[in-house]
Each structure stands twice: as structure tokens, then as C-alpha cells.
């Protein structure tokens, strides 16, 4: 079983639409939680982080996680054809920027 | 100005052959990473180097050898193409090693393919 689990899609929702992106985790050490966005032949950036159980809201992106079930959420209200990418969720349990990242979810909005 | 710039973006090359990749970052950070993304949009770490120091290597084959000049430059050289190596490659950077939120900087990327 890999340590971060994530649907890697396609998902195609119309423009507008509240997408949802999910990831699971098995490891209970990760404790840092960040959110990468990464368009089509580019390197991914960073959208969101957070480290506490919750959310954490950022405009139209809201970062969850709920550390008991081991689930992190991204939200993505009033979806734009400009949030067409791969989304990564990625985790760290500490120190030394060890990331371990979720193998992405690939959206597309569609105009 | 590109924060993290690596070349070459593609890289075509016989199964054998050694080959670099070169990357370099303008942003002063002290530390630099080399990732891997294979076919499936998989991202793994290979190697982090804070201050030209090696701080993580994650199981690398010996064929794959990092080299930090000094903070600003993370080269990889890669012994004895395999198929298996065709990948995409990242160079990042960050500010410091220690914040496990720090942000990741990330170049765009080198596209082998080993034929």
C-alpha cells in the first residue's frame, strides 16, 4: 500500500462546478499538508498548506484535513477553465523537507 | 527571470550513454532537491543538498550522481542509461531544510526519454 493514496482522474467537471480532490494516508506521522498545483509540462506550486486538523480557506480554495480519518480535501468553488491542471497533494511528517507527494489528480474544467 | 532553471528541458538518448542535467536557482536559497516523476505523475525525491552538503538520498542507484558546486547549482549525472530511467526530473529549491511547510520552488522540468 503506498503512503498517499489519490484518484488520478481524469475528472471533468463545467465550468463553475465546486470540485472536490481527495487524498488518504496511511501513515500517521504526517503532520504537514500542502496542496501543488502543476500545469502541463511545468514543475508544480504550491496553492495551499496547513498543518492542523480542519479548514483552512484561501478565495476560492479550501484546503481540509482530517487527521483522525487520515483524509485531506481540496476544494475548488466556482471552478475556471484556468484551474485545468494536476493536482498533488503532498505530505511531510517533519524536518528536513522530506515530501512525499500523492501521485495527482489531473482536472479539467470545461468552458 | 526564471527562479529555477534546468537544462535541457528534453533529453533523447541511447540505452548506456552517461548524460547530465544542470540546474541553478536565483532565488539564495540554501537548499535544492532533485525529483523524479515517472509515467503516472508519480513525485519522488532523490536527493537534497542544503549548502552543498548531501542531506537526503533516497535509494538512488549508484549510476545517479548529484554534484552542488555551491548553493545556487545542483547538477545530476546519470552512468549507464536504462530504459527504466526515462522520466521527467525536477529541480526545486527552498528556503531553508528545516520548516516542513516551506515551499518547494520547481523548474519545469527535464523530459528524458532512453532509447
Known amino acids: 500500500q503506498k503512503e498517499v493514496e489519490q484518484d488520478p482522474g481524469p475528472l471533468s467537471v463545467p465550468e463553475g462546478a465546486i470540485v472536490s480532490l481527495n487524498c488518504t494516508y496511511s501513515n500517521s506521522a504526517f503532520q504537514y499538508f500542502m496542496w501543488y498545483r502543476q500545469y502541463s509540462r511545468k514543475g508544480p506550486e504550491l496553492l495551499m498548506y496547513?498543518?492542523?486538523?480542519g479548514n483552512k480557506e484561501d478565495g476560492r480554495f479550501t484546503a481540509q484535513v482530517d487527521k483522525s480519518s487520515k483524509y485531506i480535501s481540496l476544494f475548488i468553488r466556482d471552478s475556471q477553465p484556468s484551474d485545468s491542471a494536476t493536482y498533488l497533494c503532498a505530505l511531510n511528517s517533519g524536518g528536513y523537507q522530506k515530501v512525499t507527494f500523492g501521485t495527482g489528480t489531473k482536472l479539467q474544467v470545461i468552458p | 527571470d526564471t527562479a529555477v532553471s534546468q537544462t535541457p528541458k528534453y533529453l533523447v538518448t541511447q540505452m548506456g550513454n552517461d548524460k547530465s542535467i544542470k540546474c541553478e536557482q536565483n532565488?539564495?536559497?540554501?537548499?535544492m532537491y532533485w525529483y523524479k516523476q515517472d509515467s503516472k505523475k508519480f513525485l519522488k525525491i532523490m536527493f537534497s543538498y542544503n549548502n552543498k552538503e548531501l542531506i537526503i538520498n533516497e535509494t538512488v542507484p549508484n549510476r545517479f550522481s548529484p554534484k552542488s558546486p555551491d548553493k545556487a547549482h545542483l547538477n545530476l549525472h546519470i552512468n549507464s542509461l536504462e530504459l527504466g530511467d526515462s522520466a521527467v526530473y525536477f529541480c526545486?529549491?527552498?528556503?531553508?531544510?528545516?520548516?516542513?511547510?516551506?515551499?518547494?520552488?520547481f523548474g519545469s522540468g527535464t523530459q528524458l526519454s532512453v532509447l
Open positions: 496547513t498543518y492542523s486538523s
Open positions: 526545486a529549491s527552498s528556503l531553508t531544510l528545516k520548516d516542513p511547510l516551506e515551499k518547494l520552488f
Open positions: 532565488l539564495g536559497h540554501d537548499t
